[in-house]
């Protein structure tokens, strides 16, 4: 054996020697142990499978789907005897241990909990949880909470955007409290959004520029650009 590509498989995490107890002769014949690789594999992620059918793995806080995870964590388990084939058997053995688990995700979270890059924030009482994968949680916004931190320029801004010919204070206010629920329902995991929001005004109004912000507060992840044609088809 080469050394120095001994010395390279160990610093990526991979044992040959390790994986040797996944294979057993039976009759002669090298049968693979996919239920126990599996459980190898899952055992440092959190798993479940998501509404599609695919496998999401929970990292950062956050259940995504990761083919890529669960590919890495197979080829340091299986070493030089890694073959695309026993991924394969891997995902699949792994997919078919979440069901029987009843490793679902659900299409709304339990409990109203907004997911932060550093927290789950409860959205009832404003206070900070941990992360917890019990949460099964599929979606994290891309800012950190911060209650107390002022937004001079955003205020002055939204408020001139709000104000119409013949409008008073008290109408602008009643527009932006408005605005703010229903475009903070996107927050809320736990609940289908009841009103959908449209921006309409002249060229330059500060649409583009308010979806901008709701855009960068949930993430490139959380967004998507879909027509009223596909809303009408779907």
């Not at 789907?65 to 070493?79: P, R």
């Amino acid at each position: 054996d080469d050394p120095d590509c001994t010395v390279n498989a160990g610093r990526m995490g991979v044992n040959d020697e390790k994986a040797v107890k996944f294979f057993h002769k039976v009759e002669g014949s090298v049968r693979f142990k996919s239920v126990d690789a599996a459980l190898e594999v899952s055992g440092g992620m959190p798993s479940a499978i998501t509404p599609e059918k695919n496998i999401a793995v929970y990292r950062n806080g956050v259940y995504e789907t990761n083919g890529d995870a669960i590919l890495a964590a197979t080829v340091s388990l299986l070493g030089n005897f890694y073959t695309p084939s026993l991924r394969s058997t891997v995902t699949e053995t792994l997919r078919g241990l979440l069901i029987l688990e009843d490793r679902f995700l659900p299409e709304y979270q339990k409990l109203p909990l907004l997911n932060t890059p550093s927290c789950m924030v409860d959205l009832r009482t404003g206070g900070e949880l941990p992360h917890d994968p019990a949460y099964m949680s599929t979606s994290q916004v891309s800012v950190h909470p911060d209650a107390s931190m002022a937004t001079p320029v955003y205020d002055a801004w939204i408020r001139q955007a709000l104000r119409q010919p013949g409008h008073t204070d008290a109408d602008v206010e009643r527009l932006l409290a408005d605005l703010e629920e229903v475009s903070g329902t996107m927050l809320d995991p736990s609940r289908a959004p009841e009103k959908i929001l449209f921006l309409f005004g002249p060229t330059r109004s500060g649409k583009s520029l308010y979806l901008g912000l709701l855009e960068t507060v949930a993430g490139e992840s959380n967004s998507s650009a879909v027509t009223l044609h596909d809303l009408v088809n779907n």
